[in-house]
């Protein structure tokens, strides 16, 4: 996998500083699932977020707390709520990686079976994800291959993580492990690349 498009820092930032509601987290830590360098700068900036919380309160430190930090930080170097980057091979036509995987799961009752997907219109499909806190709205996406999705604006930000296939937007291509950023600026229209459905979660 060959990730171009990662988080941006200011996303990763309130991600490790837990500010974030539960649909942008689960775009996150799936992106993180999948990408190694996301994963590292998470980790640090928590360790960051860390250290300012010891500076406030300044407790006398042994000789040797420094190594016992850094040993710590090589040990543990991800945070709890990142899983392991395993891809499960159990779902016809994609490979869900963890978190997102137990989410659709959880919602849908999966056995080895099809997803559910619902359609949309225009050839595309999608899953809605429930979520229990509503601030943001998270779903499958599925546009079929070569095809557009309809152009449209947005009323708040939009993350879309690539899952199988691929898109272009405004000459910028998107592979699996991408991830999408834009605002309520911009106005765009996504193509699927030809040869394969392009899957993604959008927040
Ligand atoms: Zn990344
Ligand atoms: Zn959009």
């Not at 690539?162 to 834009?182: C, P, Q, R, W, Y």
Request: hydrophobic share 45%; aromatic share 4%.
């Amino acid at each position: 996998m060959n990730i171009e498009h990662h988080v941006s820092e200011a996303l990763l930032l309130s991600y490790a500083a837990g500010s974030l509601g539960e649909a942008w987290s689960l775009a996150i830590a799936t992106h993180a699932a999948l990408c190694p360098k996301c994963r590292g700068a998470i980790a640090q900036a928590e360790a960051v977020g860390g250290a300012l919380i010891d500076d406030i309160e300044p407790a006398p430190m042994a000789e040797n707390a420094f190594n016992e930090i850094l040993a710590q930080l090589d040990v543990n170097i991800s945070p709890p709520s990142l899983q392991n980057p395993v891809r499960q091979p159990v779902l016809a036509s994609v490979s869900l990686p963890e978190p997102l995987l137990t989410y659709v799961m959880d919602n849908n009752n999966l056995g080895n079976t099809n997803l559910p997907w619902q359609r949309l219109g225009l050839g595309a499909f999608h899953i809605p994800i429930s979520m229990s806190d509503r601030s943001a709205k998270a779903r499958l996406l599925r546009i079929p291959a070569g095809r557009p999705v309809p152009q449209h604006g947005h009323e708040g930000s939009e993350l879309t993580l690539v899952l199988s296939g691929a898109f272009t937007d405004k000459e910028m291509h998107f592979g699996i492990g991408d991830i999408h950023e834009t605002d309520e600026t911009i106005v765009h229209q996504p193509h699927a690349i030809a040869g394969k459905d392009c899957i993604c979660l959008a927040v």
